[in-house]
């Protein structure tokens, strides 16, 4: 996930109510899946904010950088298949804009 299991725990041992099924861990003590009322997840997602703000950046953002480098990657792999499809479309001379007559 991304936020740590620190933050969860907190969670899960401060608003109990806001889970469904309870907590649960797993032989290694890491939080297994879970499930949060559809009416809480609002306070949850507020609860891991608030954690956040108070707590060191470094506790945290490694796992915030490892999907926006995904992302990057995603949309700089996206933008460079675009880049060479206008490429062929100008060199061929087809083009996929359509103008009005």
Do not use: Y
């Amino acid at each position: 996930g991304l936020f740590p299991d620190d933050f969860i725990s907190d969670a899960m041992e401060t608003h109990p109510s806001w889970f469904i099924g309870g907590k649960s861990v797993d032989a290694d003590d890491v939080i297994e899946p879970f499930k949060v009322q559809d009416n809480k997840k609002t306070n949850l997602l507020n609860f891991f904010l608030e954690k956040c703000r108070v707590q060191p950046i470094c506790g945290w953002i490694s796992r915030w950088e490892k999907v926006f480098n995904v992302i990057d990657s995603a949309l700089r792999d996206k933008s460079e298949s675009i880049t060479n499809k206008k490429r062929t479309e100008d060199i061929s001379g087809n083009t996929s804009d359509h103008q009005a007559a």
